[in-house]
């Protein structure tokens, strides 16, 4: 198989895939016959050929997809006008305070926040897929340490948590906001490239109490397929 058919075969993989493909699971299309750094060019290849238009090939940290540009975000949400649900600031932050000072405990963030975090608060993170219980603390109770998934890094369309925009302050909560890119998860995929999710600070009353937050459970979403 030359070149040509070879960068064919992976364009039609990774449009026609529900999901990121990652670079084994694209080998199996050439019977593992291509080798990994032959496939990753191939792949360098095909994010060229699509460069400029509306859909690009990006690497998240499952794997490989398409998905659409963010300019083109405006135009996609008229076919799907139904409002997302929102998460207030209470919930971005402690969002925020996971992703850059994971491992941490639900004590942790309270100390962070100042605040007491309602469980029912973690729970919807858990329930959208962004942050897990990966282990406990060794300390008297043995706390839950919390980390974002591999779903977080795909929905802000991160490969690693190396791409997170550095931090210029000390406060979590008061920078991370500004300079992490929850917009890039409401970014529209292709066709049955997975669910999208809008997360927006509007309406949110950074004064609001923390069971306030909690009791805010979103309506499930259809997402922009």
Not at 92 to 99: C, D, F, N, P, S
Not at 202 to 215: F, G
Request: aromatic content about 4%; some cysteine; glycine content about 6%.
């Amino acid at each position: 198989m030359n070149t040509t058919d070879a960068r064919r075969v992976l364009e039609t993989a990774l449009i026609c895939a529900p999901q990121p493909l990652s670079v084994r699971e694209l080998g199996v299309l050439f019977d593992m016959e291509v080798s990994p750094d032959t496939l990753k060019s191939l792949l360098a290849d095909l994010q060229l050929e699509w460069a400029g238009r509306g859909v690009e090939l990006v690497q998240v940290a499952s794997g490989w997809r398409f998905q659409s540009r963010p300019d083109m975000r405006p135009y996609l949400d008229r076919l799907h006008p139904e409002k997302p649900p929102r998460y207030t600031r209470a919930t971005l932050e402690t969002l925020a305070i996971i992703a850059y000072r994971q491992p941490v405990t639900r004590g942790d963030m309270e100390d962070i926040r100042g605040v007491t975090i309602n469980s029912l608060l973690l729970k919807q993170l858990e329930d959208r897929g962004w942050v897990e219980v990966i282990g406990h603390r060794e300390t008297v109770g043995r706390p839950a340490l919390f980390a974002t998934t591999r779903q977080f890094l795909d929905d802000l369309g991160l490969a690693s948590l190396d791409q997170l925009p550095p931090l210029e302050g000390s406060e979590v909560q008061e920078s991370a906001l500004d300079r992490l890119d929850f917009e890039a998860l409401s970014s529209s995929l292709l066709p049955e490239a997975g669910e999208t999710v809008e997360v927006s600070l509007i309406d949110a009353d950074p004064t609001e109490s923390e069971s306030e937050t909690a009791t805010e459970t979103p309506e499930p979403s259809t997402g922009t397929p």
